[in-house]
């Protein structure tokens, strides 16, 4: 009996033995994180730029005029800096956030500087303060703004603008947008949705949004302080890809008589997928 129990007992022991050995000699792979769809170069009107990233971080803008490269903290945009052509530093923009909302940027330059403050009183509405502060021929001036924005869907839908001169009031705008449904180039780009109102402001000197859909039509109306009203629209033009990514954007002015103001840009999108 005795025998019985022993026999058992090491077949017991060969078999947590056997099972160890094989769960040693699995080999566990970690499964691929998917690249998603990225612009790597855009040309067309404004020549050709490049673009790199690391992951669906954005490295680095670069063409035969200017650089710009970012710099991240975890999965948020913090800093931005500027060259030029022959490397000398054009401009610095820091970027800093509370609880993953944006809510100051600092934008110097040599002879430029330029503050944003963001403020959240709604799910849907950003306000900002935009203050600006140019030196020439050892001249200081400078400009205000008070914005408000509008959000659905991800799309910055309105902004309603305010103009300030020597701190008072100096005229107003409003913008309103209309957008596709399909995909933004830039949509999968890490932290720019976080920056999108900041973006608006077009003070980067490469032009990218944070949108999550592409902009179709661009309403302006500007009314000065007597109240003269000021009226243009940006109808865009875009090409799709298989995947519902623009390929290609034909963007014209026009003035309120419908008749096309300045040139016709476009601009060409190369992916990585």
Same mark, same amino acid.
């Given at each position: ?55 669906? &971080?954005?490295?680095?803008? @670069?063409? =035969?005029? /200017?650089?710009?490269?970012? +710099?991240? $903290?975890?999965? *948020? ?54 203050? &600006?502060?140019?030196?020439? @021929?050892? =001249?200081? /001036?400078?400009?205000?703004? +008070?914005? $408000?924005?509008? *959000? ?59 949108? @999550? ?61």
């Amino acid at each position: 009996m005795k025998k019985i129990i022993l026999l058992a007992s090491l077949t017991l022991i060969f078999a947590s033995c056997s099972r160890s050995n094989d769960n040693t000699n699995e080999i566990i792979v970690d499964p691929v994180a998917e690249v998603p769809a990225l612009p790597t170069k855009v040309s067309g009107s404004y020549g050709v730029r490049t673009v790199k990233y690391d992951g669906n &971080k954005l490295l680095e803008i @670069s063409s =035969l005029t /200017s650089k710009m490269v970012l +710099e991240y $903290t975890g999965g *948020l945009i913090t800093k931005v800096t500027n060259y030029k052509a022959s490397g000398e530093k054009e401009r610095t923009v820091e970027l800093t956030y509370s609880n993953g909302n944006l809510t100051n940027v600092s934008s110097n330059g040599r002879d430029y500087s330029g503050t944003f403050s963001y403020s959240y009183p709604s799910a849907n509405v950003i306000n900002c303060t935009e203050i &600006k502060k140019f030196t020439f @021929s050892g =001249l200081i /001036s400078y400009s205000k703004r +008070e914005i $408000t924005y509008t *959000l659905n869907n991800g799309n910055i839908v309105s902004e309603g603008v305010v103009f300030y001169s020597n701190d008072k009031p100096d005229g107003k705008a409003s913008i309103v947008y209309t957008y596709d449904d399909k995909n933004n180039t830039f949509k999968n780009i890490l932290g720019v949705d976080k920056i999108k109102v900041f973006l608006s402001s077009e003070e980067l000197l490469e032009s990218i949004t944070g949108n @999550s859909n592409n902009i179709l039509t661009m309403d302006i109306t500007n009314i000065s302080l007597a109240g003269v009203l000021t009226k243009y629209k940006f109808i865009n033009n875009i090409s799709y890809s298989a995947n519902n990514y623009p390929i290609q954007i034909i963007s014209k002015k026009y003035d309120a008589n419908n008749q096309q103001q300045g040139n016709t840009i476009t601009d060409f999108f190369e992916y990585n997928k």
